[in-house]
């Protein structure tokens, strides 16, 4: 059997709206399906200020230049994260400082995040790792006490709930993924929540190549011109039409996740109990998207020797992030690899397992089974 890590799923509907978003002969941004994905997210989770845009990196991007993100400047973010949440910021010229997670959900360390703070920070960017909400609360409240714009990176966390909202909801700006890896996908694409009111009329311009086209098309002036710094940031209604089917089937792919998900989580138990592995440990507050399912090691070697076994029968298990920090970029940065301890040996020992909605129970039995006689023949464990 092969099992491969991750495939795209499909609802049905995205032919359907695609094609309809053709005939409309409105084809760029800013058009009907756009603006009905955002009503839908308005709708299920009360998100205002939506902006679609081509990527969570674009997203990222904008939210940046939001915020006024200067040469100079010093954005506080995990190590443990893509290449994309560094790059938002050190396009425009401001230096990554790279904060440890915490091993129980490889989220920033909130109680590490006040000791890096200088009168050069300007921005707090946490993650959401594998859908599994940062804390958020605790994080604004660093924020607030010395003015700094918190940039939630939910790319993997669509749907996700944190005290019982949106995750991305309680940050200043808050963006989203919908590439084909993530769990609600259009190929490529992503939007940005500006939940801070004053920003939304400026991030439409920076939307817009930096013009004021917006309040052309709102009947509020009959010309628009160049404004604002700004970039091309729109997705197209095209795309935003493969969205719109992927998020009418959010419950439905949700539910599938979940009892994949639930089953790994239940038949891996024995082993987190016996001492043999970790896996993510979610706050009752917080309620995953299941966007995906690790498990820690106790050494790196064994890691590899996992990751070798499940090749050999044909299952795709994934490593994750290698940290930014001591990444070519990081070293650059005048980072070294002892910098962040913490960070570089959970990720030299963290392995995720293949989760997507049309994973049958037929394979996801096969992996169960397969991580078993793997443990079997390495730990030496009997009567599993
Ligand atoms: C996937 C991902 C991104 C990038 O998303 P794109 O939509 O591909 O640009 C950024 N940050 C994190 C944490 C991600 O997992």
Do not use: H
């Given at each position: 059997m092969e099992i491969p890590f991750n495939l795209p799923y499909l609802t049905g509907k995205e032919t359907t709206y695609m094609a309809e978003a053709l005939a409309s002969g409105k084809h760029a941004g800013n058009y009907s399906f756009n603006s009905r994905v955002k009503d839908l997210m308005e709708r299920k989770y009360n998100l205002k200020g939506v902006f679609l845009t081509p990527s969570c990196t674009a997203a990222l991007e904008m939210g940046a230049l939001l915020a006024n993100i200067q040469p100079g400047d010093e954005v506080i973010m995990p190590s443990f994260t893509f290449s994309s949440t560094a790059n938002a910021v050190v396009?425009?010229?401001?230096?990554?400082?790279?904060?440890?997670?915490?091993?129980?959900?490889?989220?920033?360390?909130?109680?590490?995040?006040?000791?890096?703070?200088?009168?050069?920070t300007k921005m707090i960017i946490p993650i959401d790792y594998a859908g599994v909400p940062c804390d958020i609360d605790e994080i604004m409240q660093i924020a607030e006490?010395?003015?700094l714009t918190v940039m939630q990176d939910c790319a993997q966390s669509y749907g996700s709930l944190y005290k019982k909202e949106i995750s991305g909801k309680k940050a200043h700006l808050a963006c989203y993924s919908f590439h084909d890896t993530k769990n609600y996908s259009c190929g490529e694409g992503g939007a940005i929540a500006v939940n801070k009111a004053e920003y939304r009329e400026r991030a439409s311009f920076i939307m817009e190549k930096g013009t004021d086209r917006n309040r052309v098309v709102k009947g509020?002036?009959?010309?628009?011109?160049?404004?604002?710094?700004?970039?091309s940031y729109l997705l197209s209604d095209i795309l935003a039409g493969m969205?719109?089917?992927?998020?009418?089937?959010?419950?439905?792919?949700?539910?599938?996740?979940?009892?994949?998900?639930n089953y790994y989580f239940h038949h891996l138990k024995d082993f987190v109990d016996r001492g043999c592995v970790k896996i993510q440990e979610t706050d009752t507050f917080k309620i995953s998207n299941y966007h995906c399912f690790w498990l820690i090691f106790n050494s790196n070697k064994q890691r590899e020797f996992f990751i070798q076994e499940m090749e050999n029968k044909g299952i795709a298990a994934y490593t994750s992030y290698i940290p930014l920090h001591s990444s070519k970029m990081g070293l650059k940065f005048g980072y070294n690899k002892e910098d962040l301890p913490v960070t570089e040996d959970l990720a030299s020992r963290l392995v995720r397992l293949p989760l997507y909605p049309d994973l049958t129970l037929k394979e996801v039995e096969f992996v169960i089974q397969s991580i078993k006689e793997i443990f079997k023949k390495k730990f030496k464990l009997s009567n599993l």
């Open positions: 396009i425009f010229g401001a230096k990554p400082i790279f904060c440890e997670v915490r091993a129980s959900d490889m989220n920033i360390d909130p109680g590490k995040i006040e000791g890096l703070i200088t009168p050069k006490k010395y003015n509020l002036q009959n010309k628009y011109s160049w404004i604002e710094k700004g970039s969205l719109l089917a992927q998020l009418e089937g959010e419950d439905e792919i949700k539910a599938k996740r979940k009892s994949i998900y």
